[in-house]
């Protein structure tokens, strides 16, 4: 079984304020997905990494997969309330089609 | 492209009682997954179909639950003699089966309630 674990749990900070979240596991992925979700919704998809140490930038979140694929971040620069939400990110290994997702990082961005 | 549906959003149900949800997946999405999110957790698989074909079930999924995709369509998930840990919301994916990582596409689920 492949356990991702994300941390902070929770994270509370105040508009304009730069964060990251992690998500690390003991398992090898060979991809890494970041979804978004919001209050009684579905998660929304933000990223799919795939190659070790790869780099990926959304507008103002940069994701990175780690070297030997078992680790990830998420980096949002300048927080605005919009960017609140659960953050959960969830792996793939060879060419399983089943995702397993940690428990995700929920931020609130406060004006 | 309209998503992914689901109904009912909400269930209210009595312990034991029985209930089924619906989901809609994408039209040309031949991959389609339920999973199950309780608060405070991420997402936890159950069961995966690929066109009308069950090719996996997660042992969370006891011997209540069944899940159909009887024309590789739409799906439902049934749980019989509902218990209180049953309360979770019940979420729907779909994937395109062949597109690079094949990313998942959700529905906004259904929020079951066990009283």
């Known amino acids: 079984t492949q356990l991702l674990e994300q941390s902070p749990q929770f994270l509370s900070i105040q508009e304009g304020e730069n964060l990251t979240v992690y998500c690390n596991s003991s398992?090898?992925?060979?991809?890494l997905q970041w979804y978004r979700q919001e209050p009684g919704e579905g998660p929304v998809l933000l990223v799919t990494?795939?190659?070790?140490?790869e780099v990926k930038k959304l507008k103002r979140l940069t994701f990175q997969f780690g070297d030997a694929r078992k680790d990830s971040s998420l980096h949002i620069t300048a927080a605005q309330p919009g960017d609140t939400g659960l953050y959960l990110c969830a792996g793939a290994v060879g060419s399983n089609y089943k995702l397993t997702f940690g428990k995700g990082t929920l931020l609130t961005v406060n004006p | 492209d309209t998503g992914v549906s689901q109904n009912p959003r909400h269930k209210i149900t009595k312990r034991g009682q029985n209930v089924t949800f619906r989901c809609d997946p994408i039209s040309e999405h031949n991959r389609l997954y339920w999973y199950r999110q309780t608060l405070g957790q991420g997402p936890e698989f159950l069961t995966y179909f690929q066109n009308e074909a069950q090719l996996e079930k997660s042992r969370l999924l006891s011997d209540r639950f069944s899940a159909e995709r009887p024309k590789g369509s739409f799906s439902t998930l049934e749980i019989q003699r509902t218990e209180q840990g049953d309360s979770a919301m019940y979420l729907c994916?779909?994937?395109?089966?062949?597109?690079?990582?094949?990313?998942?596409?959700f529905g906004n689920g259904t929020r079951l309630t066990v009283t």
């Open positions: 398992s090898v992925f060979s991809s």
């Open positions: 994916a779909s994937s395109l089966r062949g597109q690079s990582n094949s990313p998942l596409h």
């Open positions: 990494v795939v190659t070790g140490g």
